[in-house]
């Protein structure tokens, strides 16, 4: 069965660094893009990037380039979004999601992690 | 990148009841990669469609999709009462990926 399972809920100031993970199970981890999604506060979805595993090939979509760092580590399965400086505005729920497609950048995705409650707050 | 309007934003139906709902892009979608997804409060999104009309792994044939090009619908025959929810369509044709503002359906 293939499993996303992310990282715990963060609760952090304005100003600071945070690295959040997704951990891929049940799949050939190194094989298929993974895209991150935020979803703001009683918003909706939007994709910030998408990384392969395989050779931390990653494309960041224009609003997100420069705001966020994502990654990976194709030994332990796991993909990770990091900031450098976090804002009040970047408290929003972060979901990894898999692309149904191996070795697709353009797919669709089915299998979400359950998602990482980012909070950031003074 | 592509925008993906969505309408309604709400819609009020009763359970057994067809919902119909729209998905339009602000440019053609390339071989229909159009997704959609259900999602319920205090849950990840779940995948319902790919390719505009294919249904995912269990989903239920009352979920059925169409469309081309710009215009796409969901249609959910029936309504049953874990149908309640907010609906994203999504696009994958061209990076990056992008997603609809979402539509609601909600009990009447």
Known sequence: EVQLLQSGAEVKKPGESLKISCKGSGYSFNSYWITWVRQMPGKGLECMGIIYPGDSDTRYSPSFQGQVTISADKSISTAFLQWGSLKASDTAIYYCARHARMGATLSYTDSWGQGTLVTVSS | ?108
């Not at chain 2, 259900?38 to 469609?49: D, S, V």
């Not at chain 2, 995912?56 to 710009?70: K, V």
């Not at chain 2, 994958?92 to 009447?108: A, D, H, R, W």
């Open chain 2, 1 to 108: 990148e592509i925008v993906l309007t969505q309408s309604p934003g709400t819609l009020s139906l009763s359970p057994g009841e067809r919902a119909t709902l729209s998905c339009r892009a602000s440019q053609s979608v390339s071989s229909s990669h159009l997704a959609w997804y259900q999602q319920k409060p205090g849950q990840a999104p779940r995948l319902l469609m790919y390719g505009a009309s294919s249904r995912a792994t269990g989903i239920p044939d009352r979920f059925s999709g169409s469309g081309s090009g710009t215009d796409f619908t969901l249609t959910i025959n029936r309504l049953e009462p874990e149908d309640f929810a907010m609906y994203y369509c999504q696009q994958y044709g061209s990076s990056p990926n992008t997603f609809g503002g979402g539509t609601k359906v909600e009990i009447k």
